[in-house]
């Protein structure tokens, strides 16, 4: 613990504020010391140019066999994806690579996140990409389906506020019919 010996020689520290500092800290240590491990899971796992980044979409990105991916390190037990907003969810639409949750606990799970995203969270995630994509066809087709169409319509105030990235006016006006 040199760090903290140095902390507590340079500022004259005690024990009782060094613990209770670290007490106050747990989280922010527990996500660094998971994300310095899920970096040696990843390159483990034959990733390379693994590196950490301090996004809202994603912990590290890293190469393999010349695809990028963004992964977001998860500690929890939890569900790993529950707190994956529909702000979030837009935002890794955009991601030019696939998106993964690398969950950590009880043992390194590496997931393509799509897979583990709720129903209408992954409907939204394909709603957002075929925008993105610029696909006219796929996009329309996938809004006749009532199910899919419900499902976007219930996420109105986050794709409003999109609205103004849609690429081009004839994917606006598809979108906009839905509302």
Known sequence: MNTLEQLMEEFGFTDDE???ALDKAKGIILGFAMEYRA???????????V?????PTHDIEAEKDGRRYFIEVKATKKSP???YSAHKIAMIAKLGGTHLTLLMTPKPTLYLTEDILSEP???????????????????KDFLDNDKNRKI????????????DKIPNENLLDIVKSVF
């Open 18 to 20: 060094i613990s209770y």
């Open 121 to 139: 969270k992954r409907i939204l995630l394909k709603f957002f990409r075929l925008i993105f994509a610029e696909d006219l066809v796929d996009l």
């Open 39 to 49: 970096r040696q899971v990843l390159e483990s796992m034959n990733f390379i140019n």
């Open 152 to 163: 976007v319509t219930s996420y109105e105030k986050v794709i409003s506020s999109y609205l």
């Open 81 to 83: 994806t529950k707190e």
């Open 51 to 55: 590196k950490s980044v301090d996004l």
